[in-house]
């Protein structure tokens, strides 16, 4: 079995996003004219639905969506030594707000100590955090900043990469993931699917911030049983409001 080392200057984190505007028409006349082009290179230029491609996809890609909720979540010991989760959903309409909430939050520790850990990660939450956080014109905090950077400096953890131990031939779902380790499933009433009808038509940040609070709890939960650790019980993860 493993040793869990330096879990203190561990970020697990995870990030919804959604569409730039609430539908095609409302945005912008030269952002219309780039995402047709790009959705007509995602379809292959065959037929399809501008409003309704745009509604569901364009939250997935930086340059068309913006973030709505970061949930961060960190391991520590009790009085009693054993391992504990605390979690939290940071929301906001304001999505300039939002990030400067989270770059706060870490301010106070060793920026060049913190890891970022998320499933898929590398490929999409930190990559997007990077870019909406430029997109606002505000300083990449260290943990964020990979110019210049050696890869084996780069500090990044991800639940997806490790499972794939070098093969990236497929990608490997964070709820399959907690099947195969027989860890609660993190789905509740939502999936990815239904966060922008949620956010636009619903109004409901906390309900997004719950969903995306069990995906940071199922991310620790899959890394510890990577590292050879037992999973946290439920009675020792608090989601902190």
């Known amino acids: 079995m493993q040793k869990l080392t330096n879990h203190q ?9 959604a569409s730039a505007a609430d539908n095609f028409g409302n945005l912008d006349e030269k952002l219309q004219e780039l995402w047709v082009r790009k959705a ?50 940071l929301t906001s309409e304001n999505e300039h707000e939002l990030l400067e ?12 100590k913190i890891q970022l850990c998320a ?10 955090l990077s870019r909406r956080m430029l997109i606002h014109q505000l300083q990449l905090p260290l943990y964020l900043e990979l110019s210049g950077k050696k890869p084996w400096e780069v500090q990044h953890l991800d639940t997806l990469q490790m499972w794939k131990f070098g093969d990236w031939k497929s990608y490997t779902s964070l709820d399959l993931l907690t099947k195969v380790f027989d860890i609660p499933s993190p789905k509740g009433d939502i999936d990815g699917s239904d966060v922008n009808r949620v956010y636009y038509e619903d109004h ?22 990577m590292k050879g650790l037992e999973i946290i019980p439920e009675e020792k993860i608090t989601e902190v409001t």
Do not use: W
């Not at 909430?101 to 060049?112: G, H, N």
């Open 119 to 128: 499933h898929n990660g590398k490929e999409f939450d930190f990559p997007y």
């Open 40 to 89: 007509d290179q995602l379809n292959r230029n065959q037929d399809y639905d501008l409003e309704a491609f745009y509604f569901e996809r364009a939250g997935i890609y930086a340059e068309f969506g913006k973030i709505i909720c970061i949930s961060v979540g960190m391991l520590y010991h009790d009085k009693e030594g054993q391992l504990n989760f605390r979690v939290k959903a």
């Open 9 to 17: 200057n561990i970020i697990f984190l995870d990030i919804e996003t």
């Open 204 to 225: 409901d940040l906390k309900r997004i911030g719950h969903y995306c609070n069990r995906d940071v709890i199922a991310t620790v939960q899959v890394f510890l049983k």
């Open 101 to 112: 909430t989270f770059i706060e939050l870490f301010s106070s520790m060793d920026q060049s």
